[in-house]
């Protein structure tokens, strides 16, 4: 058996793209003399990024996604991006919030929410409808902007703490070596990383919004862009899953090398599937308190 | 019960943890421990892992494990280091070819690490001291030195599978550093092309897992 292995083996290093000279050098593999270039790449890799700050970390998430992820590994510095992120996440929401609701009551619109409960039983045809409403300041004085934000900002996070539990256990039954609070460092970084996303794409979303008001566009454009400004989190979300589903996988490093590679991809797995779930349990958050709220 | 009640229970709960936040940390700035305090209130599922971590120095649990320092460790370095300044290289450049091959080339390192794990585990099984000696000649029955030449044997058999595996292992990551060099010269002359750089990836990762496979059973 292991002779016919060894066989298939030599096969297979044959068959590798080589050339005659580096067949000769099988046994004795030389190192390469550093050039400049890798080592200031490397340097660059490994440098330590200084900035912890709110603003630090928004240029950690869109310029060095790697180094972050080798920073929210460090036992020590979790306590501290902890809320940091956190800060981050709501900054972005709130801001989502507040341009949602400038689109909305430019557009002289606002979400009428019916009960969940009403529309299981069917005595209510539609969740939510768009009725016109009277002024600009309207929504803004009544709360009604307020109740948005809030909704959207508390039930985005308050989501992740309800799905925290799941991604620590899909981690532990990959076999990940890891703690509830590598867990939450992790689900807050996505969760960072979507609100920056948000951030980014609001100002195109704001664009669009203007132009439905200049150009007053028929009703089913309208509709239809308030409908997208409503999931415009949940499509930065996937700016923030995808972050969450390389960073788990770097976490594969914790295990054995014999069986790293079938449990990334059982990790991978797993982290998408938790994806999918947070994405079924934050709207219904978010729309059971947006409809409480607005009561 | 209705949401009012879960409100207040949640809300209880969230007041507890804010104000074990506050007692427990003192060490932030001001500001931070106040929006700490606030967050931990509505949030505070996401600070309840901050207070109930150990407060010993225990090993981190998310820190990779120690890479060994001998000379193959030294020597997949260097190639991994090649091979991502050329994949860098690539990033960097027009052609985007190689991209999606990016996990293939994740799986191939981790392959070759973990055939590096393999021969440095038969070394450390060559290398016990029960391994290496053989009984006295001259004080054996038959059937001793039957299964004494028969041990040996099979010992070198192992130091022959350690060799190949090793052998095998320095070929892969010769050919790989061939194929960062054609990664070079496709960027500035064209030649092999792109596709054919992502059959000759294709070629060593499939290989290699074949291998890998191989050894396992």
Redesign the interface.
Known sequence: ??TD??T???M??A?????PT??S???D?P??E?DN??TS??ADLNERPTNLGVLGLVELILKRPDALDRLI???AL???L??RF??IS?IGFVFFGVAMSLVLTSSHVWPELASITHKLRGTSSTLVTFQSSPGLATHWWDGSALKLTAAYA?GL??A???C?PSLYFYGLLAG?????????VQ??KSKATSAVALVGILPIYAAVGMGIVIFEAPEPIRIGAFWLGLILPFIAGLWGTSALYHSFAK????????R??NR?CFLRRLVASWAACYTAVSPVMIY?LWE?LAR | MNLSITAIFYGLVGAGVAVALFLNDSTCPRHERWFRVLTAFLFWPLYLPLLLRPTSSSAPATQPLPVPSDELAAQIAQVESELGLALQSLDAGTDTALKPEHDGIEQLQSTWRMQAERIRELDRLLAQPAFMESLPAGSETERAAQSEQSRQQNLTRLQAIRQQMHQNLLGTLAGVRELVTRIHLAKYTGKPTASELIAQFTAAISGLSEVSALTTE
């Open positions: 058996m292991a292995s060894l298939k083996a030599e297979f290093v068959q590798l793209p080589q050339s580096s067949r050098a099988l046994d593999l190192l390469l550093r270039s890798a790449a490397e590994r460090d036992p979790q306590p501290i902890l809320p956190l800060a709501l508390f996070i308050a992740t703490g309800v925290l990940v070596r890891m703690s509830l609070l590598d867990v939450a689900a807050l976490l594969c490093d914790t295990l054995p090398p014999e790293r590679l990334a059971t409480r």
